[in-house]
């Protein structure tokens, strides 16, 4: 029988991703293939996958694609699922270490025995327009007006180290995020893409929110979308700095420090271990 490839799967709030290491396995990864893999139909099913662990300028790290392809600089449930990977297959036996991604290096830390639970250093947001990236002259792109599908919006955008747009809106519904989600991802404001989070504010603790992402389209929960909005709801004047992020998939906890700083808690599980056809890779 010919070596078969494993991947193993693991999902933080239902937001899906498949582990393949290059450790484990001698393949090549391409963008086609990594979309099939990711297909519900004809693949796998992801919402991307965590190809680790690799070398990042000397550091022990993880490329992460979405499921059409793409690579995203970061992502926080797959910061969190590659933690817990990382301490279910012993590559680290502490409970604190960090990751490294093309957004610089994530500590993470695992809160709980079984590594479920993980508290990530997320970083600092920047709102600059040309950090973003969003067109048009240097800005913070705060509140801004925006025409998405012929109808008027105010956004606020920022940067976790990939691009977010936030609207705030009384209805927030898997349909409206559908609806609106291709328009936001694909405008032409937004040379690199962008992931979208409508927003609805429960109370100064409380956001919900539905999430269309850059590259995997309607997800059940986003880390980076769960610190980018209790980010622009703190700076809007909207929040405390400790927000629950109630999402489809359940809770995120962020926690907005002093200096800036954005740390998430998110939850993680396993799924699977699965053989995989060499066809996927050949
Ligand atoms: N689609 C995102 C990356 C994954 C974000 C999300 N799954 C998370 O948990 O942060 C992007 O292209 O920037």
Not at 38 to 48: H, I, M, P, T, V
Not at 205 to 228: F, H, M, P, Q, V
Not at 252 to 271: F, K, N, P
């Amino acid at each position: 029988m010919t070596d078969c490839i494993t991947m193993i799967k693991y999902q933080g709030l239902g937001n899906d991703y498949l582990v393949l290491d290059p450790n484990k396995n001698r393949v090549q990864l391409q963008g086609k293939k990594i979309a099939l893999m990711c297909q519900r139909g004809f693949g796998l099913g992801a919402d991307g996958v965590l190809y680790g662990p690799v070398d990042i300028n000397g550091k022990m790290g993880v490329h992460i694609y979405n499921s059409d392809g793409s690579e995203a600089a970061i992502s926080g449930n797959g910061v969190c699922i590659f933690a817990k990977y990382l301490l279910d297959h012993e590559y680290v036996k502490e409970k604190k270490f960090e990751i490294k991604t093309l957004s610089g290096s994530i500590e993470v830390e695992c809160l709980n025995s079984r590594a479920t639970e993980f508290r990530v250093n997320m970083g600092k947001a920047s709102f600059l327009s040309r950090e973003i990236p969003v067109t048009g002259e240097v800005r913070e792109v705060i509140n801004e007006d925006f025409t998405f599908n012929n109808k008027d919006y105010k956004a606020t955008c920022l940067t976790i180290g990939n691009p977010h747009c936030i609207i705030f809106m009384d209805e927030v519904s898997e349909k409206a995020a559908r609806e609106l989600g291709p328009y936001v991802e694909n405008a032409d404001e937004f040379p690199e893409r962008m992931n979208l989070q409508i927003c609805r504010k429960i109370d100064t603790g409380n956001l919900d929110i539905e999430i269309w992402e850059r590259g995997s389209g309607y997800t059940k929960a986003s880390g980076t979308g769960s610190c980018a909005a209790a980010m622009a709801a703190y700076k809007l004047g909207l929040t405390e700095n400790r927000i629950n992020i109630n999402q489809p998939g359940g809770m995120i906890q962020i926690d907005i420090h002093e200096d800036g700083t954005i740390y998430m808690t998110g939850s993680v599980g396993y799924v699977a271990d699965m053989s995989v056809a060499e066809s996927f890779f050949s």
